[in-house]
């Protein structure tokens, strides 16, 4: 059995060489951003799967104690003969990717390739682990598409030992990659991110000089002088190159008017507004970072005392600080321009938010310094704004929203006073009126606070015991069955032939096989009709104003007569015109139309009778004297009508 087992891994191992070697032909320039796939083998990848026998010994632990083996061997066989900074290191990373591609396939065991990575990265300094996590960054996806819940106990603990080997002072952007990978790679709400029992970070403890004599420490650091003597932990002397240049030196002339932040003021006045002085303040100063890293000790009314006195202090303290760094800018001289000068060519400026300190440095000697650094006065009052969030959150309003969440470890018995409520909003109203101040404050304070007012919804996420953010995918019947509504809902529906309420537009369509266009150029569109044509419609509408039922049916009745009325009169006009003297006001159209009438029975007469008919003789004379007064007399019809309907239109059935 024990042979058999060899022999397997010596198969193992030749066939893992022999995709090795297409590895190194498909990359050929040895670069970790070109991930190799199961198309770049030729099917070699197939073949690993019957190196051991059946299938069903190949699926067995059997066969991935093998190849797990075989994987080993030749990975310590390539970290032993080639350095992470050589070309032929290429091939581990070909060998990670092989590892990857049998685990997606079920081949090996799953966690394999993060088992390799780990060991790696515990072989490799910090500069090599760079390297690796620049593979990890380039395949991801990859890596934590498949088998996840296998792999992340190992992508945890590799990553949080890496974190314990890297400073956060010197390697402070590699831990931020190292943790942008973890963010990228567990779901959102992963129990192992979440801190369901609300947890502080109690470790972190701020260590500081012990000043007894208060006042009595008169001893200043002389920024040209001695080099400045640490008193804390390894961290300060490893940042204390890159902490920034403060905003005002203390020259050796100045110690005793700058040596401390409040002058004596002669005023009583001013006396009582000026802060305390820094050596009594350096104590009160550091020891808000406990309350800052336990806010429970708070629940206790004593180190909320000194708490409440602590931060006010500070706060006005920094308020001092600002007021006077206006005044010298404003009266600054111009040794202090070339000072400024300086301090800009060196990128440090009047230190900016974009300065970042990963640990604070808490010698006496460096506390005027530090407290001058606008940076560093914003960065301890968000400190404060986060635990004042958290003490306002604890009031009986507050509270009243969370009652009924099921996460009972960060819903706390302890309720706020109203006198403390009262003093943590004023509180946050002044900090937040300090934070707009300074160069970009309105940015800085919009940013700050954008991000604790969403840190709210997080903390109700939390006392909900985080319930999952990501829904589950939508079965695929109520999908069809949704898609089917979306198109029946979509789906073009048959109209009537006439819908209610809608007009009838029968006259658009071609009857009689007639085009429009040829409808439109019939003589009825353009010939002016007869006067007789109005005489039945004039009817009608006599007819609807003696049967109107009320008196809008009939004064439209009556307009549409008189306008039908003075459209024949306008054509009569023309032909008629000596007839108008026999109309009354245009009530009597009758006669019109008989006078029409016997006029065409008189002239078929005359021409059955012939020749027979005497002739009349009239004279000239007597035939203008009838026309002027013919025509006087229709022109006097032709005016009353007018007044009556003022509208000109042609058409007969109007």
């Given at each position: 059995?024990?042979?058999?087992?060899?022999?397997?891994?010596?198969?193992?191992?030749s066939?893992?060489?022999?995709?090795?070697?297409?590895?190194?032909?498909?990359?050929?320039?040895?670069?970790?951003?070109?991930?190799?796939?199961?198309?770049?083998?030729?099917?070699?990848?197939?073949?690993?799967?019957?190196?051991?026998?059946?299938?069903?010994?190949?699926?067995?632990?059997?066969?991935?104690a093998?190849?797990?083996?075989a994987?080993?061997?030749?990975?310590?066989?390539?970290?032993?003969?080639?350095?992470?900074?050589?070309?032929?290191?290429?091939?581990?990373?070909?060998?990670?990717?092989?590892?990857?591609?049998?685990?997606?396939?079920?081949?090996?065991?799953?966690?394999l390739?993060?088992?390799?990575?780990?060991?790696?990265?515990?072989?490799?300094t910090?500069?090599?682990?760079?390297?690796?996590?620049?593979?990890l960054?380039?395949?991801?996806?990859?890596?934590?598409?498949?088998?996840?819940?296998?792999k992340?106990?190992?992508?945890?603990?590799?990553?949080?030992e890496?974190?314990?080997?890297?400073?956060?002072?010197?390697?402070?952007?590699?831990?931020?990659?190292?943790?942008?990978?973890?963010?990228?790679?567990?779901?959102?709400?992963?129990?192992?991110?979440?801190?369901?029992?609300?947890?502080?970070?109690?470790?972190?403890?701020?260590?500081?000089?012990?000043?007894?004599?208060?006042?009595?420490h008169?001893?200043?650091?002389?920024?040209?002088?001695?080099?400045?003597?640490?008193?804390?932990?390894?961290?300060e002397?490893?940042v204390?190159?890159?902490?920034?240049?403060?905003?005002?030196?203390?020259?050796?002339?100045?110690?005793?008017?700058?040596?401390?932040?409040?002058?004596?003021?002669?005023?009583?006045?001013?006396?009582?507004?000026?802060?305390?002085?820094?050596?009594?303040?350096?104590?009160?100063?550091?020891?808000?970072?406990?309350?800052?890293?336990?806010?429970?000790?708070?629940?206790?009314?004593?180190?909320?005392?000194?708490?409440?006195?602590?931060?006010?202090?500070?706060?006005?303290?920094?308020?001092?600080?600002?007021?006077?760094?206006n005044?010298r800018?404003?009266?600054?001289?111009?040794?202090?321009?070339?000072?400024?000068?300086?301090?800009?060519?060196?990128?440090?400026?009047?230190?900016?938010?974009?300065?970042?300190?990963?640990?604070?440095l808490?010698?006496?000697?460096?506390?005027?310094?530090?407290?001058?650094?606008?940076?560093?006065?914003?960065?301890?009052?968000?400190?404060?704004?986060?635990?004042?969030?958290?003490?306002?959150?604890?009031?009986?309003?507050?509270?009243?929203?969370?009652?009924?969440?099921?996460?009972?470890?960060?819903?706390?018995?302890?309720?706020?006073e109203?006198?403390?409520?009262?003093?943590?909003?004023?509180?946050?109203?002044?900090?937040?009126?300090?934070?707009?101040?300074?160069?970009?404050?309105?940015?800085?304070?919009?940013?700050?606070?954008?991000?604790?007012?969403?840190?709210?919804?997080?903390?109700?996420?939390?006392?909900?015991?985080?319930?999952?953010?990501?829904k589950p995918?939508?079965?695929?019947?109520?999908?069809?069955?949704?898609?089917?509504?979306a198109?029946?809902?979509?789906?073009?529906?048959?109209?009537?032939?006439?819908?209610?309420?809608?007009?009838?537009?029968?006259?658009?369509?071609?009857?009689?096989?007639?085009?429009?266009?040829?409808?439109?150029?019939?003589?009825?569109?353009?010939?002016?009709?007869?006067?007789?044509?109005?005489?039945?419609?004039?009817?009608?509408?006599?007819?609807?104003?003696?049967?109107?039922?009320?008196?809008?049916?009939?004064?439209?009745?009556?307009?549409?007569?008189?306008?039908?009325?003075?459209?024949?009169?306008?054509?009569?006009?023309?032909?008629?015109?000596?007839?108008?003297?026999?109309?009354?006001?245009?009530?009597?159209?009758?006669?019109?139309?008989?006078?029409?009438?016997?006029?065409?029975?008189?002239?078929?007469?005359?021409?059955?009778?012939?020749?027979?008919?005497?002739?009349?003789?009239?004279?000239?004379?007597?035939?203008?004297?009838?026309?002027?007064e013919?025509?006087?007399?229709?022109?006097?019809?032709?005016?009353?009508?007018?007044?009556?309907?003022?509208?000109?239109?042609?058409?007969?059935n109007?």
């Amino acid at each position: 059995m024990g042979s058999a087992k060899v022999e397997s891994v010596e198969s193992y191992t030749s066939a893992i060489n022999v995709l090795l070697e297409k590895a190194h032909d498909v990359n050929p320039d040895a670069t970790i951003e070109h991930p190799l796939t199961p198309a770049d083998f030729d099917g070699g990848i197939e073949n690993v799967r019957f190196i051991g026998g059946s299938v069903e010994e190949a699926s067995s632990q059997v066969h991935y104690a093998a190849i797990e083996t075989a994987f080993r061997n030749i990975f310590y066989e390539q970290l032993a003969s080639s350095s992470i900074e050589s070309a032929s290191f290429s091939q581990v990373w070909n060998l990670l990717d092989i590892v990857s591609i049998l685990s997606d396939n079920e081949q090996c065991e799953p966690s394999l390739v993060f088992w390799l990575i780990e060991e790696l990265l515990d072989s490799q300094t910090i500069e090599g682990c760079r390297k690796v996590f620049d593979y990890l960054d380039s395949r991801r996806e990859r890596l934590t598409a498949k088998h996840f819940k296998n792999k992340q106990l190992i992508i945890l603990r590799a990553c949080n030992e890496l974190l314990r080997r890297l400073s956060r002072a010197e390697d402070t952007v590699f831990c931020g990659r190292v943790f942008i990978f973890l963010f990228q790679s567990f779901p959102l709400g992963d129990k192992s991110s979440v801190n369901l029992r609300g947890e502080f970070h109690v470790n972190n403890i701020t260590v500081y000089d012990d000043i007894a004599g208060g006042d009595q420490h008169a001893e200043q650091m002389e920024v040209d002088g001695d080099p400045v003597k640490a008193h804390t932990a390894k961290d300060e002397t490893n940042v204390i190159k890159e902490m920034p240049t403060p905003l005002r030196k203390i020259d050796v002339q100045d110690t005793r008017s700058e040596s401390k932040v409040p002058i004596i003021h002669k005023d009583v006045e001013q006396a009582k507004e000026a802060p305390i002085s820094i050596n009594n303040l350096y104590p009160v100063f550091w020891a808000l970072q406990e309350s800052f890293s336990k806010p429970t000790r708070l629940f206790d009314a004593v180190y909320l005392k000194s708490f409440k006195d602590g931060l006010q202090s500070t706060l006005s303290t920094f308020k001092y600080l600002h007021q006077e760094q206006n005044l010298r800018s404003v009266s600054k001289t111009i040794d202090d321009s070339a000072r400024g000068a300086k301090r800009k060519r060196g990128g440090r400026g009047d230190g900016s938010a974009s300065d970042f300190n990963p640990k604070y440095l808490t010698s006496r000697d460096l506390f005027e310094l530090e407290i001058s650094d606008l940076s560093f006065r914003r960065h301890i009052l968000v400190q404060a704004l986060i635990l004042i969030d958290f003490l306002l959150s604890l009031t009986t309003k507050s509270k009243s929203k969370l009652e009924n969440m099921s996460n009972k470890s960060v819903l706390y018995q302890y309720t706020l006073e109203e006198d403390d409520a009262k003093w943590a909003a004023q509180m946050k109203s002044d900090i937040a009126t300090y934070l707009q101040q300074g160069p970009e404050g309105k940015f800085y304070y919009r940013m700050v606070d954008t991000v604790l007012s969403r840190d709210k919804n997080w903390v109700r996420w939390k006392a909900e015991s985080c319930p999952p953010i990501e829904k589950p995918s939508v079965p695929a019947d109520q999908f069809l069955a949704a898609m089917t509504g979306a198109q029946k809902a979509s789906a073009n529906k048959r109209l009537r032939a006439v819908p209610m309420g809608s007009l009838d537009l029968s006259f658009l369509s071609d009857g009689d096989n007639v085009d429009g266009l040829v409808q439109l150029k019939h003589p009825d569109r353009y010939t002016v009709p007869t006067a007789e044509s109005f005489r039945e419609p004039i009817r009608e509408d006599e007819f609807d104003i003696e049967m109107a039922k009320s008196e809008e049916d009939k004064q439209l009745a009556t307009e549409a007569r008189a306008s039908k009325l003075w459209r024949t009169l306008r054509v009569a006009s023309k032909s008629k015109l000596n007839l108008f003297d026999r109309i009354d006001d245009g009530n009597d159209l009758d006669a019109l139309f008989k006078s029409n009438e016997d006029g065409e029975d008189r002239e078929n007469q005359g021409d059955e009778e012939g020749d027979e008919s005497p002739t009349l003789e009239v004279s000239e004379g007597a035939v203008e004297t009838v026309k002027e007064e013919s025509t006087a007399s229709a022109l006097k019809n032709s005016e009353a009508i007018g007044a009556m309907s003022p509208a000109i239109e042609t058409s007969p059935n109007s």
